[in-house]
């Protein structure tokens, strides 16, 4: 997981994606929230009781536990299958990738010549792309957040630390090969020379004491269904900054990016076999939740973002991210669809009246973001420049 910015068209201020996505430019919100995505009535604002550690924020009124716990028996059953299905997406740790086969090797003679190299080569590349490589490796950098989250689920949750259960085997090491993520990204971005690591450390920091709402509620089918949504996502997002790279003519960035997005797939296919085998066990049950989950729209796990000098942040970084192709309006929708099409949820039979609806509402739900963000385009505006101290307050173009 460890995921990516979000899918919002912040390019028309007009754009209004509230039932799907982030707030557009134009509700922003004013210093005091910086939380994307999660404007609804029925939020409260948390005072900035704890300022040294987090930002002024905004959290929802936080639902726990609403799965019926009869249902955690469905987890506890699953474990043997688990092991068999889940278990298998892991790779070995001697067959793994680790951060330094991709970085100057410091015990080597040669190190200050491929230092130079790398440096060399990151000359070539815009602010706008670093500025969203900065934000896609924060994010990978709050991993601390993300497994005390798959921590909350249920049923599936470590319950020592080093539970022998398939769940818990999958979290740590799922977190275990995550951690390469942002490790890997962290020491490429610092010897590049084109970033304040001071501030993005800063950064990092803030976001791992803020930690995230994805509303997930202590139930692992939300928890899954956001999951599958994430490692998707961020299997886009670093597919497209690999990319980004090769044309800038930095191969060696591309192949940092394509790497760590072969993982996410990997782990997106681990998930979403979970989510798939839920709808088998209980088809009613896991539609409830994947619509539940639309309805909320998908927080990305670094909404809660802030350096102390950028309240909108986040939404800054997103619609860097939109306007250079990391991750769009577009992609959500996509990823939606590709979901939808993966459980097959059009096919589902025999579910309960709420069900019938929920099926109807996530299976319409791609064409409906669609015609929004079509329409936003028609209607986008020139966006502003705005100054990003990730790269020491260059302004870049949103
Ligand atoms: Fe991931
Ligand atoms: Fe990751």
């Not at 306007?323 to 025999?350: M, P, Q, S």
Request: aromatic share 10%.
């Amino acid at each position: 997981m460890a995921l990516t910015p979000t899918p919002l068209s912040f390019r028309s201020p007009k754009f209004n994606l509230s039932s799907f996505a982030l707030p557009q430019m134009s509700t922003l919100r004013s210093s005091r929230f910086i939380m994307a995505s999660t404007l609804r009535s029925g939020s409260k604002e948390v005072e900035n009781l704890k300022k040294p550690f987090m930002p002024p924020r905004e959290v929802h009124v936080q639902v726990t536990h609403s799965m019926p716990p009869q249902k955690i028996e469905i987890f506890k059953s699953l474990e043997a299958w688990a092991e068999e299905n889940v278990l298998v997406h892991l790779k070995p740790v001697e067959k793994c990738w680790q951060p330094q086969d991709f970085l100057p090797e410091p015990s080597s003679d040669g190190f200050d010549e491929q230092v130079k190299e790398l440096r060399e080569r990151a000359k070539e590349i815009p602010d706008d792309y670093f500025v969203v490589l900065v934000g896609d490796m924060v994010t990978e950098e709050a991993l601390p957040t993300y497994q005390t989250m798959l921590n909350t689920l249920d049923g599936v949750r470590d319950e020592t630390g080093a539970s022998l259960t398939s769940w818990a085997v999958w979290t740590r090491a799922w977190t275990a090969e995550e951690n390469r993520h942002g490790d890997l990204l962290n020491k490429y971005l610092y010897l590049s020379g084109r970033v304040d690591m001071r501030q993005i450390e800063k950064t990092i920091q803030y976001l791992i004491g803020s930690g995230m709402d994805p509303r997930t509620e202590n139930s692992p089918y939300l928890g899954f269904i956001y999951t599958s949504f994430q490692e998707r996502a961020t299997f886009i997002s670093h597919g497209n900054t690999a990319r980004l790279a090769k044309e800038h003519g930095d191969v060696k960035l591309a192949q940092i990016c394509g790497t760590i997005a072969s993982d996410e797939k990997r782990h997106e296919t681990a998930y979403t076999k979970i989510v798939e085998k839920l709808f088998e066990i209980d088809p009613d049950g896991t539609v409830l939740a994947f619509a539940d989950m639309m309805r909320k729209k998908v927080a990305m796990p670094a909404h809660l973002m802030y350096d102390a000098c950028d309240d909108n942040l986040f939404e800054h970084y997103s619609a860097v991210a939109q306007r250079i192709g990391v991750y769009t309006a577009k992609d959500y929708a996509d990823i939606l669809e590709f979901l939808v099409g993966r459980w097959k949820v059009e096919n589902l039979t025999g579910l309960s009246g709420e069900g019938r609806k929920a099926q109807d509402f996530v299976c319409g739900l791609p064409a409906r973001i669609r015609r929004l963000e079509e329409r936003a385009q028609g209607k986008a505006k020139q966006m502003p420049r705005v100054r990003f101290s990730w790269i020491f307050d260059r302004e870049v173009q949103l």
